[in-house]
Every structure is written in C-alpha cells, then in structure tokens.
C-alpha cells in the first residue's frame, strides 16, 4: 500500500513569514496527526483529527498554528507568522482507529516529515 | 500525564554484536502499549516492536525483542546481531489502550537514543 505522503520534504522561511504543510494519509486511515519534533527531541503531538473532525489541539500554538483536514482525507498545517523555534520536523502520521467506538488499531504509519528552518 | 524517559542519548555497538537500549515510563494506567520506533536520516518513523501491558511475555520481531518489567516500569529493546542499518536514532513510546476523550491514542516519545554501529 501507498505509504503517507508529504510535501514539502524541506522548507526555509524567515521569521514572519507563513507557511504550509501538506499531508495525504493512507487510503480508509480514519484518524490522522501531525506531530511536531524539534532537534534532538521526540515528536510532540500537535493535533488529531477523526475524519475531518478535530479530536484533540490542546498542544497547538493557535495564535500561528492552523490546521484543516478537508473532507477527511489531505490535511494542511499552516504557520503564520513563523518564529525561530518554530524550526523542527513536521510529521503527519494517520492510522485506522476510530476512537470513542472501541475499535482500536494501533497501526500508526509516519511520513517522511518536512523538515522546517526559520532564520 | 504519562512521560517516558531515555535515559542513553548515544549508543554504539560492534556489527553482530548485542545492544540494549534502555527506556523507563511513568503512568498511572493499568493497560497501555508500549512500542519502539526507529528513524534513520530520511526521518520516516519505523515501528520496530510493540508490547501489550498486560500481556506478560516479552515481545520479539527476528532480532529485536524487549524486556518489560511492568512493575519497575521499564521497557528495554535488545538488537542482536546488530546491523550497519540498525544505525538510526531509537525512540521509545507509550501509548494509552483505553478511549478516554480528547489526547486518546496519542503517542508520547522519549527524547531517543542515536545508535551507532561500527563495522
């Protein structure tokens, strides 16, 4: 199967500006997430979306952190306006679990990550 | 909150010899999955091996297995016959079992272990 697609693979901004991130999961993968890892760190969650359903953004900057998932199948994450320690890899993951019904898979296939300088 | 330590930020190991990298977590949940994942310089998150906490034996995937102490809370991976492509930063993982609302199914990571094997 088509593993999860992103793009870009890099990105270099200065500070201020805007940017975005696009992510294609696995085809029937129900839940979705993007995941923020800085230098040296393990990924940090940043938002999951159920469909196209937002499950839980509690740890997303939303005063620059923007995020959709439309018609539950390619989410965008959008940074406006950067900051430096905004610098990090940006991985999208998506798996088949459909949360709240106890159906459960914990099959979670990562993409490749954009990897984010803000000078 | 759940948090997971590693406690080795390097690691290096003879090719064909053993390794064991360690990982402790704290929880106060009684069913959780614990999982390792490996990410080599293209970035793309590779799960290695998963545990089931309330499974009692240890989980083994060919030359990778895991020692779990869940009373120690503690979740060390051994690599035998360790291989140039073993080379890669190693993160530890948990993961909560049960839905309980917003933050569900959401993997928390350890800082990771660079490993590097020497031919």
């Known amino acids: 199967e088509a593993g999860v697609a992103q793009s870009p693979r890099y990105k270099i901004i200065e500070k201020r500006q805007s940017v975005a991130f696009w992510c294609n999961p696995i085809s029937g993968h129900a839940t979705l997430y993007w995941y923020q890892q800085i230098l040296g760190q393990g990924p940090k969650l940043l938002i999951q979306f159920q469909n196209n359903g937002v499950v839980d953004d509690s740890q997303l900057p939303k005063d620059r952190f923007s995020a959709e998932r439309l018609k539950g199948v390619d989410s965008t994450l959008k940074i406006q306006p950067a900051k430096l320690e905004d610098s990090a890899v940006y991985l999208c993951?998506?798996?088949?679990?459909?949360?709240?019904?106890?159906?459960?898979?914990?099959?979670?296939?990562f993409g490749s990550g954009t990897r984010l300088t803000v000078v | 909150a759940q948090t997971v330590t590693q406690s080795q930020p390097e690691m290096s190991v003879q090719e064909a010899e053993t390794v064991t990298l360690s990982c402790t977590y704290d929880t106060s949940e009684s069913d959780y999955y614990l999982f390792w994942y490996k990410q080599p310089p293209s970035r793309q998150m590779i799960l290695v091996i998963r545990?089931?906490?309330?499974?009692?034996q240890n989980a083994t995937e060919n030359r990778f297995s895991v020692n779990f102490q869940k009373a120690a809370k503690s979740f060390s991976l051994k690599i035998s016959d360790s291989q140039l492509g073993d080379a890669a930063m190693y993160f530890c993982a948990y993961r909560t079992s049960a839905y309980s609302g917003a933050g569900s199914y959401q993997l928390t990571f350890g800082k990771g272990t660079k490993l590097s094997v020497i031919p």
């Open positions: 993951a998506s798996s088949l679990t459909t949360g709240g019904t106890g159906a459960f898979d914990y099959g979670y296939t």
């Open positions: 545990q089931e906490a309330y499974k009692q």
